[in-house]
Nanobody
Framework: QVQLVESGGGLVQAGDSLRLSCVVS????????MAWFRQAPGKEREFVAT????????YYAASVEGRSSISRDNAKKTVYLQMNSLKPEDTATYYC?????????????????????WGQGTQVTVSS
């Protein structure tokens, strides 16, 4: 049974930073790209950031690029999302997702329909 558990969300002020974590238990981790998505009330779930299975390739949504950093620790089966200079428009529930492909190469894991497992989400609220 594969489980993804996010943590690290909270209520912060604009300009603050947060580090989200996603711990994966069960199944494989080192062969899988991982990604973060977010969903604000009344909006579609959208891609935020992705990291490939080896951790040497990253890609970000334009809305967070330059303010965020995704990383992974394969020994701890954990993926992180460091978010800086937070804005009220970053308010959303943040989800981590596991790529359904193994050793993805040549394409980027960033589509919500390309995931086989999701976490339950962690809420990030940024006040102005």
């Amino acid at each position: 049974q594969v489980q993804l558990v996010e943590s690290g969300g909270g209520l912060v002020q604009a300009g603050d930073s947060l580090r989200l974590s996603c711990v994966v238990s069960g199944g494989t981790f080192t062969t899988k790209a991982m990604a973060w998505f977010r969903q604000a009330p009344g909006k579609e779930r959208e891609f935020v950031a992705t990291i490939n299975y080896s951790g040497n390739s990253r890609y970000y949504a334009a809305s967070v690029e330059g303010r965020s950093s995704i990383s992974r620790d394969n020994a701890k089966k954990t993926v992180y999302l460091q978010m800086n200079s937070l804005k009220p428009e970053d308010t959303a529930t943040y989800y981590c997702a596991r790529d359904l492909m193994d050793y993805r190469s040549g394409t980027i894991f960033m589509g919500k329909y390309e995931s086989d497992y999701w976490g339950q989400g962690t809420q990030v609220t940024v006040s102005s």
